[in-house]
């Protein structure tokens, strides 16, 4: 860089205004940054630009008075900046989940309610109590999600309790089917004699149900989505830090001693 003119490590789009601030620090030098939040970038040798802050203070010597100027890459700080922003967004995305929720967890409480009631009232081998009972059993799984979303915007611990994921599923089954169209088979194939897990069942459907959406997405043009349930002995040389486990239905959790 010896010998060549310091706007060489800008964008040319700036070097009209760095003339104007350099003729401006001539004038009345004094220590200044001139900060990230104009916009400046720099210029790698590569033609690259990054985000730059940039600070200018003059400096008496024997041989004249000199100009140090310190050019500092803020990308980092951009990054984080932007984090915090996006952060911020959430925050205020669970903020209005959470007064939409309770409204809308009222009108549940009306659904299930009269579901159950005209349930009560249709006589046995009644069509209609097919229909009643996915009613009430659809407003149910709503409320489920709707105290995700609680959780989600109070930041509460998510309650797990023991499923069998072979029922969550089948419970899911129907609803699963109208949901992904006419074009699209959806098969479930549940081992028998799970082993029971310890998990939020509104998380678990959520999860389902993502990938269910993902899969009718991915083939616009029809196809089969398998959804499968089995036991797997010996994770642990699949995955790092798993213990195996081959007795059904039963729980395990790692302890210090290993166990």
């Given at each position: 860089m010896l010998g060549r003119p310091?706007?060489?490590?800008?964008?040319?789009?700036?070097?009209?205004?760095?003339?104007?601030?350099?003729?401006?620090?001539?004038?009345?030098?004094?220590?200044?940054?001139?900060?990230?939040?104009l916009g400046l970038h720099g210029l790698r040798k590569d033609g690259s630009e990054f985000p730059v802050e940039i600070s200018l203070s003059p400096l008496e010597t024997e041989e004249g008075a000199l100009i140090v100027a310190a050019i500092r890459d803020v990308t980092e700080n951009k990054l984080m900046e932007e984090q915090l922003r996006q952060s911020q967004k959430m925050e205020a995305i669970g903020k209005l989940a959470g007064g939409?929720?309770?409204?809308?967890?009222?009108?549940l409480t009306i659904i299930s309610g009269?579901?159950?009631l005209a349930l009560s009232k249709v006589p046995a081998g009644d069509p209609l109590r097919?229909?009643?009972?996915?009613?009430?059993?659809?407003?149910?799984r709503a409320a489920t999600l709707t105290r995700q979303l609680l959780a989600f915007s109070r930041k509460d611990v998510?309650?797990?309790?023991?499923?069998?994921?072979?029922?969550?599923?089948?419970?899911?089954e129907k609803w699963l089917s109208r949901l992904i169209g006419e074009d699209v088979e959806l098969v479930v194939a549940n081992e028998p004699l799970p082993w029971a897990v310890k998990m939020d069942p509104g998380q678990v459907e959520q999860a389902v149900l993502n990938l269910v959406v993902?899969?009718?997405?991915?083939?616009?043009?029809?196809?089969?989505?398998?959804?499968?349930?089995?036991?797997?002995?010996?994770?642990?040389?699949q995955a790092p830090g798993a213990l195996p486990s081959s007795c059904p239905r039963t729980l395990y959790s790692r302890t210090e001693d290993g166990g």
């Open positions: 310091v706007d060489a490590l800008m964008p040319r789009r700036y070097r009209d205004r760095h003339a104007e601030h350099f003729a401006r620090f001539v004038v009345a030098p004094s220590v200044r940054r001139i900060g990230a939040s939409v929720v309770h409204d809308f967890n009222n009108l009269s579901g159950e097919e229909l009643l009972r996915e009613i009430v059993s659809a407003s149910g998510i309650a797990p309790r023991v499923l069998d994921l072979a029922e969550v599923i089948g419970d899911m993902n899969a009718r997405d991915a083939m616009p043009r029809g196809g089969t989505v398998t959804i499968r349930t089995r036991n797997v002995e010996r994770l642990a040389t």
